[in-house]
Nanobody
Framework: VQLQASGGGLVQAGGSLRLSCVAS????????MGWFRQAPGKEREFVAS????????AYVDSVKGRFTISRDNAKLTVYLQMNSLKPEDTGVYYC?????????????WGQGTQVTVSS
């Protein structure tokens, strides 16, 4: 399984970015997808997830109302739309995929894309 994330960059507080992650190597539509992030000096944390048929999504409290996760199974891609960005959103963002179909057992990771929010 390969996951290729992109879309990070430098943005001012209050701005927006859209991250993308393209998957390859197996059937995409049967697996839960998610985004995690890691700030300097901190552990990796969960940001958002979306189930295989896009009905169920989940977010860490700190991004609710600002971030939206979505997926396009035809394009093998998961997205993270990030609005009203804050300096504390700075970090490396990783997309992740479940190991087994229909399970929230993240075990495959992309290479990460840097998001920097300036104040």
């Amino acid at each position: 399984v390969q996951l290729q994330a992109s879309g990070g960059g430098l943005v001012q507080a209050g701005g927006s970015l859209r991250l993308s992650c393209v998957a390859s190597g197996r059937t995409f539509s049967s697996y839960v997808m998610g985004w995690f992030r890691q700030a300097p000096g901190k552990e990796r944390e969960f940001v958002a997830s979306i189930n295989w048929n896009t009905i169920s999504t989940a977010y860490v409290d700190s991004v609710k109302g600002r971030f939206t996760i979505s997926r396009d199974n035809a394009k093998l891609t998961v997205y993270l739309q990030m609005n009203s960005l804050k300096p504390e959103d700075t970090g490396v963002y990783y997309c992740a995929s479940g190991r087994t179909p229909y399970a929230y057992d993240f075990g495959y990771w992309g290479q990460g894309t840097q998001v920097t929010v300036s104040s």
